[in-house]
Protein backbone atom coordinates (compact mmCIF):
# COMPACT_ATOMS: atom_id res chain seq x y z
CA UNK A 1 0.00 0.00 0.00
CA UNK A 2 2.75 2.35 0.98
CA UNK A 3 5.02 1.52 -1.91
CA UNK A 4 2.54 2.40 -4.44
CA UNK A 5 0.58 5.55 -2.64
CA UNK A 6 4.40 6.88 -2.44
CA UNK A 7 4.46 7.91 -6.60
CA UNK A 8 1.35 10.47 -6.29
CA UNK A 9 1.92 11.94 -2.74
CA UNK A 10 4.90 14.16 -1.04
CA UNK A 11 5.10 12.50 2.37
CA UNK A 12 2.45 9.48 4.16
CA UNK A 13 1.45 9.16 7.98
CA UNK A 14 1.23 6.15 9.12
CA UNK A 15 -0.69 5.97 12.47
CA UNK A 16 -0.03 2.68 14.12
CA UNK A 17 -3.22 2.06 16.77
CA UNK A 18 -0.93 0.13 19.25
CA UNK A 19 -0.31 -2.96 16.78
CA UNK A 20 1.39 -6.01 17.69
CA UNK A 21 2.64 -6.71 14.37
CA UNK A 22 5.90 -4.85 12.50
CA UNK A 23 3.76 -2.17 11.04
CA UNK A 24 5.59 0.45 12.36
CA UNK A 25 8.91 -0.70 11.26
CA UNK A 26 7.74 -1.42 7.81
CA UNK A 27 6.15 1.98 7.64
CA UNK A 28 9.40 3.30 8.46
CA UNK A 29 11.26 1.53 6.28
CA UNK A 30 9.51 2.55 3.51
CA UNK A 31 9.88 6.37 4.33
CA UNK A 32 6.78 7.06 5.73
CA UNK A 33 6.15 9.38 8.83
CA UNK A 34 4.75 6.94 12.34
CA UNK A 35 2.64 7.96 14.91
CA UNK A 36 2.46 5.18 17.15
CA UNK A 37 -0.14 4.73 20.39
CA UNK A 38 0.58 3.11 23.57
CA UNK A 39 -2.74 1.89 23.50
CA UNK A 40 -5.34 1.24 21.05
CA UNK A 41 -7.71 4.63 20.60
CA UNK A 42 -9.93 3.84 17.85
CA UNK A 43 -10.55 5.28 13.94
CA UNK A 44 -11.16 8.61 15.48
CA UNK A 45 -8.64 9.16 17.24
CA UNK A 46 -6.25 7.64 14.60
CA UNK A 47 -7.67 9.95 12.34
CA UNK A 48 -7.37 13.11 14.34
CA UNK A 49 -3.13 11.89 15.54
CA UNK A 50 -2.51 11.65 11.45
CA UNK A 51 -4.51 14.94 10.76
CA UNK A 52 -2.47 16.64 13.72
CA UNK A 53 1.22 15.57 12.20
CA UNK A 54 0.28 16.24 8.10
CA UNK A 55 -1.11 19.37 9.02
CA UNK A 56 2.66 20.28 10.14
CA UNK A 57 3.62 19.53 6.60
CA UNK A 58 1.20 22.63 5.57
CA UNK A 59 -0.09 20.41 2.66
CA UNK A 60 -2.54 21.68 0.31
CA UNK A 61 -4.82 18.22 0.32
CA UNK A 62 -5.04 15.17 2.91
CA UNK A 63 -5.98 12.18 1.69
CA UNK A 64 -7.32 9.23 3.83
CA UNK A 65 -6.39 5.95 3.20
CA UNK A 66 -6.97 2.71 4.80
CA UNK A 67 -4.31 0.20 5.16
CA UNK A 68 -7.14 -2.47 4.52
CA UNK A 69 -6.57 -4.12 1.12
CA UNK A 70 -9.96 -2.45 -0.32
CA UNK A 71 -8.65 1.50 -1.02
CA UNK A 72 -6.55 1.62 -4.39
CA UNK A 73 -3.91 4.13 -4.21
CA UNK A 74 -3.93 4.25 -8.03
CA UNK A 75 -7.08 6.37 -7.36
CA UNK A 76 -5.69 8.98 -5.62
CA UNK A 77 -4.65 11.45 -8.76
CA UNK A 78 -8.41 11.30 -9.58
CA UNK A 79 -9.63 11.59 -6.37
CA UNK A 80 -7.37 15.29 -6.39
CA UNK A 81 -8.11 15.98 -9.30
CA UNK A 82 -11.27 18.08 -7.99
CA UNK A 83 -9.81 19.94 -5.43
CA UNK A 84 -7.05 20.65 -7.58
CA UNK A 85 -8.87 22.47 -9.95
CA UNK A 86 -11.07 23.95 -7.40
CA UNK A 87 -14.05 22.45 -8.31
CA UNK A 88 -14.58 20.83 -5.31
CA UNK A 89 -13.38 20.81 -1.42
CA UNK A 90 -13.73 17.43 -0.32
CA UNK A 91 -13.86 14.24 -2.61
CA UNK A 92 -15.01 10.89 -1.29
CA UNK A 93 -13.59 7.55 -3.07
CA UNK A 94 -17.38 6.00 -3.19
CA UNK A 95 -17.09 2.18 -4.59
CA UNK A 96 -20.42 0.68 -3.65
CA UNK A 97 -23.48 3.12 -2.99
CA UNK A 98 -23.99 5.61 -5.66
CA UNK A 99 -24.15 9.56 -4.98
CA UNK A 100 -27.31 9.92 -4.14
CA UNK A 101 -27.65 7.11 -1.12
CA UNK A 102 -24.47 8.63 -0.02
CA UNK A 103 -24.64 11.63 0.52
CA UNK A 104 -28.53 11.01 2.31
CA UNK A 105 -26.32 9.08 4.64
CA UNK A 106 -24.17 12.33 4.99
CA UNK A 107 -27.06 14.98 5.50
CA UNK A 108 -28.52 11.91 8.62
CA UNK A 109 -28.40 13.64 11.98
CA UNK A 110 -28.21 10.07 13.68
CA UNK A 111 -25.04 8.58 14.29
CA UNK A 112 -26.68 5.35 16.93
CA UNK A 113 -25.74 2.00 15.92
CA UNK A 114 -29.44 1.90 15.65
CA UNK A 115 -29.86 4.33 13.09
CA UNK A 116 -30.13 4.36 9.48
CA UNK A 117 -26.87 5.66 8.80
CA UNK A 118 -25.43 2.83 10.45
CA UNK A 119 -27.89 0.18 9.10
CA UNK A 120 -27.42 0.89 5.68
CA UNK A 121 -23.48 0.98 6.09
CA UNK A 122 -23.62 -2.55 7.57
CA UNK A 123 -26.31 -3.98 4.66
CA UNK A 124 -24.53 -2.81 1.80
CA UNK A 125 -21.14 -4.77 2.56
CA UNK A 126 -19.37 -1.03 3.19
CA UNK A 127 -18.16 -1.75 6.72
CA UNK A 128 -14.06 -1.81 7.25
CA UNK A 129 -13.88 -1.83 3.68
CA UNK A 130 -14.30 1.11 0.71
CA UNK A 131 -15.67 4.17 3.46
CA UNK A 132 -12.76 6.37 4.26
CA UNK A 133 -10.93 6.62 1.16
CA UNK A 134 -11.17 10.60 0.64
CA UNK A 135 -9.16 13.87 -0.09
CA UNK A 136 -9.69 16.98 1.84
CA UNK A 137 -9.07 20.52 1.06
CA UNK A 138 -6.99 22.61 3.29
CA UNK A 139 -9.52 24.90 3.86
CA UNK A 140 -11.64 22.21 5.57
CA UNK A 141 -9.46 20.73 8.27
CA UNK A 142 -10.68 22.87 10.85
CA UNK A 143 -14.27 21.96 10.20
CA UNK A 144 -13.48 17.94 10.86
CA UNK A 145 -14.25 17.48 14.22
CA UNK A 146 -13.56 13.64 14.87
CA UNK A 147 -16.15 12.79 17.50
CA UNK A 148 -17.47 9.65 16.16
CA UNK A 149 -15.71 6.13 16.14
CA UNK A 150 -15.78 2.81 14.19
CA UNK A 151 -18.12 3.09 10.83
CA UNK A 152 -19.32 6.23 11.39
CA UNK A 153 -16.45 8.65 11.57
CA UNK A 154 -15.86 8.26 7.59
CA UNK A 155 -19.50 9.67 7.51
CA UNK A 156 -19.37 12.28 10.07
CA UNK A 157 -16.36 14.07 8.76
CA UNK A 158 -18.28 14.35 5.45
CA UNK A 159 -21.05 15.85 7.10
CA UNK A 160 -18.75 17.54 9.19
CA UNK A 161 -17.46 20.02 5.94
CA UNK A 162 -20.99 19.74 4.32
CA UNK A 163 -22.41 21.63 7.39
CA UNK A 164 -19.68 24.00 6.80
CA UNK A 165 -20.46 24.89 4.04
CA UNK A 166 -18.00 23.41 1.89
CA UNK A 167 -18.65 21.24 -1.96
CA UNK A 168 -18.24 17.38 -0.66
CA UNK A 169 -18.71 14.99 -3.73
CA UNK A 170 -18.77 11.16 -4.33
CA UNK A 171 -16.25 9.32 -6.97
CA UNK A 172 -16.41 6.09 -8.30
CA UNK A 173 -13.45 4.19 -7.47
CA UNK A 174 -11.73 1.11 -7.98
CA UNK A 175 -10.95 -1.41 -5.11
CA UNK A 176 -7.45 -2.20 -4.56
CA UNK A 177 -7.97 -6.06 -3.66
CA UNK A 178 -11.23 -6.71 -5.61
CA UNK A 179 -12.21 -9.24 -3.43
CA UNK A 180 -16.16 -9.60 -3.38
CA UNK A 181 -17.04 -10.48 -0.56
CA UNK A 182 -20.41 -12.40 -1.70
CA UNK A 183 -18.22 -14.78 -3.85
CA UNK A 184 -17.18 -16.28 -0.63
CA UNK A 185 -21.03 -17.15 0.16
CA UNK A 186 -20.97 -19.10 -2.87
CA UNK A 187 -17.99 -21.70 -1.28
CA UNK A 188 -18.05 -23.56 2.10
CA UNK A 189 -14.60 -22.09 3.88
CA UNK A 190 -13.55 -23.95 6.34
CA UNK A 191 -10.43 -22.77 8.81
CA UNK A 192 -8.13 -25.39 10.65
CA UNK A 193 -6.42 -24.16 13.94
CA UNK A 194 -4.05 -25.98 15.73
CA UNK A 195 -3.43 -24.98 18.91
CA UNK A 196 -1.08 -26.38 21.67
CA UNK A 197 -0.93 -24.39 24.81
CA UNK A 198 -2.22 -20.98 23.46
CA UNK A 199 -4.61 -20.19 26.84
CA UNK A 200 -3.44 -16.36 25.95
CA UNK A 201 -4.27 -16.08 21.86
CA UNK A 202 -6.81 -18.62 20.97
CA UNK A 203 -9.77 -16.75 21.59
CA UNK A 204 -8.41 -13.70 20.02
CA UNK A 205 -7.01 -15.97 16.70
CA UNK A 206 -10.97 -17.18 16.75
CA UNK A 207 -12.54 -14.42 17.36
CA UNK A 208 -10.37 -12.55 14.40
CA UNK A 209 -11.84 -14.95 11.86
CA UNK A 210 -13.58 -13.52 9.43
CA UNK A 211 -17.92 -13.73 9.19
CA UNK A 212 -17.90 -15.55 5.59
CA UNK A 213 -15.73 -18.42 6.85
CA UNK A 214 -18.48 -21.08 7.34
CA UNK A 215 -16.51 -23.45 10.11
CA UNK A 216 -13.70 -23.19 12.54
CA UNK A 217 -12.00 -26.69 13.21
CA UNK A 218 -9.47 -26.38 16.82
CA UNK A 219 -7.60 -29.04 17.09
CA UNK A 220 -6.47 -28.91 21.10
CA UNK A 221 -3.40 -31.01 20.84
CA UNK A 222 -3.05 -32.16 24.37
CA UNK A 223 -2.47 -28.68 26.02
CA UNK A 224 -1.25 -28.21 29.26
CA UNK A 225 -2.47 -25.07 29.81
CA UNK A 226 -5.66 -23.71 30.28
CA UNK A 227 -6.57 -23.68 26.58
CA UNK A 228 -9.63 -26.27 26.74
CA UNK A 229 -11.27 -24.18 29.18
CA UNK A 230 -11.06 -20.91 27.23
CA UNK A 231 -12.32 -23.11 23.83
CA UNK A 232 -14.84 -23.68 26.34
CA UNK A 233 -15.72 -20.23 27.32
CA UNK A 234 -16.15 -19.31 23.14
CA UNK A 235 -19.67 -19.11 21.93
CA UNK A 236 -19.30 -19.48 18.24
CA UNK A 237 -21.84 -21.57 16.19
CA UNK A 238 -18.95 -22.20 13.69
CA UNK A 239 -16.78 -23.89 15.93
CA UNK A 240 -16.11 -27.67 16.33
CA UNK A 241 -13.10 -28.54 18.77
CA UNK A 242 -11.46 -31.77 18.31
CA UNK A 243 -9.02 -32.85 21.43
CA UNK A 244 -6.15 -35.01 21.23
CA UNK A 245 -5.83 -36.96 24.76
CA UNK A 246 -1.70 -37.08 23.65
CA UNK A 247 0.45 -34.55 22.02
CA UNK A 248 0.55 -35.87 18.24
CA UNK A 249 2.65 -32.79 16.99
CA UNK A 250 0.86 -30.39 14.97
CA UNK A 251 0.85 -31.91 11.57
CA UNK A 252 -1.62 -34.34 12.83
CA UNK A 253 -3.55 -31.92 14.27
CA UNK A 254 -3.92 -30.43 10.49
CA UNK A 255 -4.86 -34.02 9.25
CA UNK A 256 -7.40 -34.56 12.10
CA UNK A 257 -8.48 -30.93 10.69
CA UNK A 258 -8.26 -31.75 7.31
CA UNK A 259 -10.41 -34.78 7.55
CA UNK A 260 -13.16 -33.25 9.30
CA UNK A 261 -13.66 -30.26 7.12
CA UNK A 262 -13.74 -33.07 4.08
CA UNK A 263 -16.51 -35.02 5.99
CA UNK A 264 -18.16 -31.31 6.03
CA UNK A 265 -17.82 -30.97 2.79
CA UNK A 266 -15.77 -27.81 2.69
CA UNK A 267 -14.55 -26.61 -0.85
CA UNK A 268 -11.72 -24.63 0.52
CA UNK A 269 -9.76 -25.30 3.91
CA UNK A 270 -7.51 -22.80 5.31
CA UNK A 271 -4.77 -23.22 7.86
CA UNK A 272 -4.26 -20.53 10.74
CA UNK A 273 -2.44 -21.04 13.67
CA UNK A 274 -3.96 -20.61 17.30
CA UNK A 275 -0.82 -18.39 17.98
CA UNK A 276 -2.76 -14.99 16.29
CA UNK A 277 0.26 -14.80 14.27
CA UNK A 278 -1.85 -15.28 11.07
CA UNK A 279 -3.53 -12.24 10.10
CA UNK A 280 -7.13 -12.68 9.04
CA UNK A 281 -6.85 -9.33 6.65
CA UNK A 282 -4.37 -11.43 4.65
CA UNK A 283 -7.27 -14.09 4.33
CA UNK A 284 -9.02 -13.36 1.23
CA UNK A 285 -5.39 -13.12 -0.81
CA UNK A 286 -5.05 -16.80 0.15
CA UNK A 287 -8.73 -17.58 -1.42
CA UNK A 288 -9.19 -15.82 -4.85
CA UNK A 289 -6.57 -17.70 -6.20
CA UNK A 290 -8.57 -20.62 -5.57
CA UNK A 291 -11.77 -19.36 -6.08
CA UNK A 292 -10.56 -18.09 -9.50
CA UNK A 293 -9.00 -21.07 -10.83
CA UNK A 294 -5.57 -19.88 -10.46
CA UNK A 295 -4.55 -22.29 -7.72
CA UNK A 296 -5.40 -25.08 -6.26
CA UNK A 297 -3.24 -24.83 -3.19
CA UNK A 298 -2.12 -21.10 -1.87
CA UNK A 299 0.44 -20.15 1.33
CA UNK A 300 1.94 -16.74 2.78
CA UNK A 301 5.96 -15.92 1.59
CA UNK A 302 7.66 -14.16 3.99
CA UNK A 303 10.77 -13.57 2.20
CA UNK A 304 9.43 -11.82 -0.60
CA UNK A 305 10.94 -8.14 0.50
CA UNK A 306 13.32 -7.50 3.32
CA UNK A 307 10.54 -4.99 5.27
CA UNK A 308 8.34 -8.07 5.10
CA UNK A 309 10.96 -10.34 7.14
CA UNK A 310 11.29 -8.00 10.53
CA UNK A 311 10.60 -10.06 13.40
CA UNK A 312 12.33 -12.81 11.78
CA UNK A 313 15.77 -13.40 13.37
CA UNK A 314 18.70 -13.79 11.34
CA UNK A 315 19.25 -17.33 12.29
CA UNK A 316 15.71 -17.85 11.35
CA UNK A 317 15.83 -16.06 8.27
CA UNK A 318 18.94 -18.39 7.59
CA UNK A 319 17.36 -21.58 7.91
CA UNK A 320 14.38 -20.66 6.28
CA UNK A 321 16.49 -19.53 3.45
CA UNK A 322 18.38 -22.80 2.99
CA UNK A 323 15.17 -25.06 3.54
CA UNK A 324 13.98 -23.11 0.53
CA UNK A 325 16.34 -24.22 -1.30
CA UNK A 326 15.92 -27.75 -0.16
CA UNK A 327 12.04 -27.67 -0.69
CA UNK A 328 12.40 -26.14 -4.31
CA UNK A 329 14.49 -29.54 -4.78
CA UNK A 330 12.56 -32.02 -3.22
CA UNK A 331 9.35 -30.89 -3.88
CA UNK A 332 9.72 -30.08 -8.22
CA UNK A 333 8.04 -26.63 -7.17
CA UNK A 334 11.33 -24.27 -8.06
CA UNK A 335 9.24 -20.78 -8.07
CA UNK A 336 8.19 -21.15 -4.46
CA UNK A 337 9.79 -19.64 -1.47
CA UNK A 338 9.03 -20.02 2.49
CA UNK A 339 8.11 -22.75 2.85
CA UNK A 340 7.73 -23.15 6.29
CA UNK A 341 5.05 -20.86 6.45
CA UNK A 342 1.82 -22.55 7.89
CA UNK A 343 -0.23 -19.90 6.99
CA UNK A 344 -2.26 -21.79 3.66
CA UNK A 345 -5.39 -22.67 1.59
CA UNK A 346 -6.52 -25.65 -0.30
CA UNK A 347 -8.96 -26.25 -2.36
CA UNK A 348 -11.35 -29.61 -1.82
CA UNK A 349 -10.24 -31.30 -4.83
CA UNK A 350 -6.42 -31.40 -4.14
CA UNK A 351 -7.20 -32.12 -0.46
CA UNK A 352 -9.24 -35.30 -1.30
CA UNK A 353 -6.79 -36.43 -3.96
CA UNK A 354 -3.57 -36.59 -2.04
CA UNK A 355 -2.17 -39.25 0.42
CA UNK A 356 -3.32 -37.31 3.45
CA UNK A 357 -3.02 -40.75 6.21
CA UNK A 358 0.79 -40.08 5.48
CA UNK A 359 0.92 -36.16 6.54
CA UNK A 360 4.05 -35.59 7.96
CA UNK A 361 3.10 -35.36 12.01
CA UNK A 362 6.27 -33.42 13.05
CA UNK A 363 6.83 -29.30 12.00
CA UNK A 364 7.83 -30.04 8.57
CA UNK A 365 4.13 -31.15 7.75
CA UNK A 366 4.04 -27.77 5.37
CA UNK A 367 7.08 -29.57 3.43
CA UNK A 368 5.79 -32.84 2.95
CA UNK A 369 2.36 -31.29 1.46
CA UNK A 370 3.87 -29.43 -1.30
CA UNK A 371 5.71 -33.13 -2.13
CA UNK A 372 2.82 -34.70 -2.47
CA UNK A 373 1.16 -31.96 -4.44
CA UNK A 374 3.40 -31.58 -7.29
CA UNK A 375 3.68 -34.84 -7.21
CA UNK A 376 -0.23 -35.44 -8.19
CA UNK A 377 -0.11 -32.32 -10.27
CA UNK A 378 -2.00 -29.40 -8.33
CA UNK A 379 -1.01 -25.79 -8.69
CA UNK A 380 0.90 -23.58 -5.65
CA UNK A 381 0.88 -19.80 -5.33
CA UNK A 382 2.66 -17.85 -3.23
CA UNK A 383 0.99 -14.95 -1.45
CA UNK A 384 3.51 -12.10 -0.06
CA UNK A 385 2.67 -10.85 3.02
CA UNK A 386 4.55 -9.44 5.85
CA UNK A 387 5.65 -11.47 8.86
CA UNK A 388 3.40 -11.04 12.30
CA UNK A 389 5.63 -12.11 15.57
CA UNK A 390 3.23 -11.04 18.86
CA UNK A 391 3.27 -12.22 21.66
CA UNK A 392 4.10 -16.34 21.20
CA UNK A 393 7.35 -16.75 20.56
CA UNK A 394 8.50 -20.32 19.13
CA UNK A 395 9.36 -23.10 20.54
CA UNK A 396 11.65 -24.90 18.00
CA UNK A 397 14.57 -26.18 18.35
CA UNK A 398 15.84 -24.98 15.07
CA UNK A 399 19.13 -27.39 14.80
CA UNK A 400 17.44 -30.51 15.33
CA UNK A 401 14.30 -28.99 13.31
CA UNK A 402 16.61 -28.42 10.04
CA UNK A 403 18.03 -31.81 10.24
CA UNK A 404 14.90 -33.76 10.77
CA UNK A 405 13.00 -31.99 8.45
CA UNK A 406 16.13 -32.21 5.99
CA UNK A 407 15.65 -36.25 5.91
CA UNK A 408 12.37 -36.12 5.69
CA UNK A 409 12.77 -33.94 2.19
CA UNK A 410 15.14 -36.43 1.02
CA UNK A 411 13.27 -39.63 1.67
CA UNK A 412 10.07 -37.49 0.23
CA UNK A 413 12.35 -36.59 -2.58
CA UNK A 414 13.16 -40.13 -3.39
CA UNK A 415 9.30 -41.18 -3.20
CA UNK A 416 8.47 -38.09 -5.60
CA UNK A 417 10.65 -39.00 -8.35
CA UNK A 418 9.48 -42.95 -8.00
CA UNK A 419 5.91 -41.94 -8.10
CA UNK A 420 5.72 -39.05 -10.66
CA UNK A 421 8.41 -40.01 -13.22
CA UNK A 422 8.13 -43.49 -12.73
CA UNK A 423 4.80 -45.42 -11.67
CA UNK A 424 2.50 -42.44 -13.06
CA UNK A 425 4.33 -41.02 -15.67
CA UNK A 426 8.39 -41.83 -17.07
CA UNK A 427 10.35 -39.15 -17.66
CA UNK A 428 14.66 -39.81 -18.05
CA UNK A 429 15.30 -36.95 -15.53
CA UNK A 430 15.02 -39.79 -13.01
CA UNK A 431 17.81 -41.51 -14.64
CA UNK A 432 19.78 -38.77 -14.33
CA UNK A 433 19.14 -37.71 -10.92
CA UNK A 434 20.07 -41.10 -9.64
CA UNK A 435 23.40 -40.90 -11.81
CA UNK A 436 24.35 -37.39 -10.36
CA UNK A 437 23.64 -38.84 -6.64
CA UNK A 438 26.11 -41.84 -8.02
CA UNK A 439 28.78 -39.92 -9.27
CA UNK A 440 29.19 -36.75 -7.07
CA UNK A 441 29.51 -38.59 -3.83
CA UNK A 442 31.80 -40.95 -5.58
CA UNK A 443 33.87 -38.03 -6.91
CA UNK A 444 33.96 -36.53 -3.78
CA UNK A 445 35.24 -39.97 -2.10
CA UNK A 446 37.87 -40.22 -4.36
CA UNK A 447 38.86 -36.52 -4.07
CA UNK A 448 39.17 -37.67 -0.28
CA UNK A 449 41.24 -40.57 -0.67
CA UNK A 450 43.41 -38.95 -3.40
CA UNK A 451 44.06 -36.14 -1.00
CA UNK A 452 44.67 -37.87 2.12
CA UNK A 453 46.77 -40.58 0.01
CA UNK A 454 49.12 -37.96 -0.75
CA UNK A 455 49.57 -35.18 1.48
CA UNK A 456 48.91 -36.68 4.70
CA UNK A 457 49.59 -40.62 4.31
CA UNK A 458 52.72 -40.35 1.44
CA UNK A 459 51.22 -43.13 -0.61
CA UNK A 460 51.67 -42.93 -4.19
CA UNK A 461 48.69 -42.19 -6.16
CA UNK A 462 48.58 -42.85 -9.83
CA UNK A 463 48.40 -39.81 -12.44
CA UNK A 464 44.86 -41.75 -13.22
CA UNK A 465 43.11 -41.01 -10.16
CA UNK A 466 42.84 -37.60 -10.56
CA UNK A 467 41.18 -37.57 -13.74
CA UNK A 468 38.94 -40.31 -13.11
CA UNK A 469 37.95 -37.90 -10.27
CA UNK A 470 37.52 -35.32 -12.08
CA UNK A 471 34.96 -36.98 -14.73
CA UNK A 472 32.85 -38.73 -11.96
CA UNK A 473 32.43 -34.90 -10.66
CA UNK A 474 31.70 -33.25 -13.50
CA UNK A 475 29.65 -36.11 -15.06
CA UNK A 476 27.55 -36.31 -11.95
CA UNK A 477 27.75 -32.33 -11.72
CA UNK A 478 26.24 -32.18 -14.97
CA UNK A 479 23.46 -35.26 -14.81
CA UNK A 480 21.99 -33.37 -11.88
CA UNK A 481 21.65 -30.03 -13.42
CA UNK A 482 19.83 -31.51 -16.73
CA UNK A 483 17.56 -33.23 -14.32
CA UNK A 484 17.01 -30.17 -12.34
CA UNK A 485 16.72 -28.20 -15.75
CA UNK A 486 14.22 -30.95 -16.76
CA UNK A 487 12.22 -30.61 -13.33
CA UNK A 488 11.72 -27.26 -13.94
CA UNK A 489 10.67 -27.70 -16.95
CA UNK A 490 8.07 -29.89 -16.22
CA UNK A 491 6.76 -27.60 -13.22
CA UNK A 492 5.89 -24.81 -15.74
CA UNK A 493 4.70 -27.22 -18.21
CA UNK A 494 2.39 -28.16 -15.58
CA UNK A 495 1.63 -24.91 -14.45
CA UNK A 496 1.10 -23.68 -17.99
CA UNK A 497 -1.05 -26.40 -18.80
CA UNK A 498 -3.53 -25.41 -15.23
CA UNK A 499 -3.69 -22.15 -16.24
CA UNK A 500 -5.12 -23.34 -19.62
CA UNK A 501 -8.24 -24.61 -17.90
CA UNK A 502 -6.73 -28.15 -19.14
CA UNK A 503 -6.06 -29.65 -15.67
CA UNK A 504 -8.76 -30.03 -12.34
CA UNK A 505 -11.51 -28.05 -14.28
CA UNK A 506 -14.38 -29.69 -11.91
CA UNK A 507 -16.26 -27.64 -9.68
CA UNK A 508 -14.30 -24.14 -11.65
CA UNK A 509 -10.63 -25.04 -10.05
Known amino acids: MIKKAKYYVDEIVVVDDCSKDATAYIARSLGAKVVQHERNMGKAESLKSGFKVAKELNPRIIVTLYANGFHNPEDIPRLVEPIFWLEADVVSGNAFLNDQDLLSLIDNNDYTEDSLIYDTVIDTGLTNQCLGFTA ?221 HSLYTYYGYCNDMLVKLNTFGFRTLDVSMPARYGQERSSIKYSKYMGKVSIMLFRKFLWRLKMKYMILSFHPLVLFYILGMILVPLGVLLGAYIVAAKFFMGWTVSENLPLLDAVFLIMGIQFTLFAMLFDMQECNRMMNACYSGNLHSENGW
Open 136 to 356: FSSTTFDSLMFHENGVAVDITLLRDAKRAGYDVRMFPVSRLCNHNLDAFQKYRIGVVVPAYNEEKLIKITVHGIPEYVDRIYVINDCSTDSTAEVLKSIIDPRLYVISHKTNQGVGAAILHGYQKALKENMDIVVVMGGDNQMNPMQLPNLLMPIIEGKADYTKGNRLLSEEFRVGMSRWRSFGNGVLTMITKIGSGYWHIMDPQNGYTAISKKALSNIDL
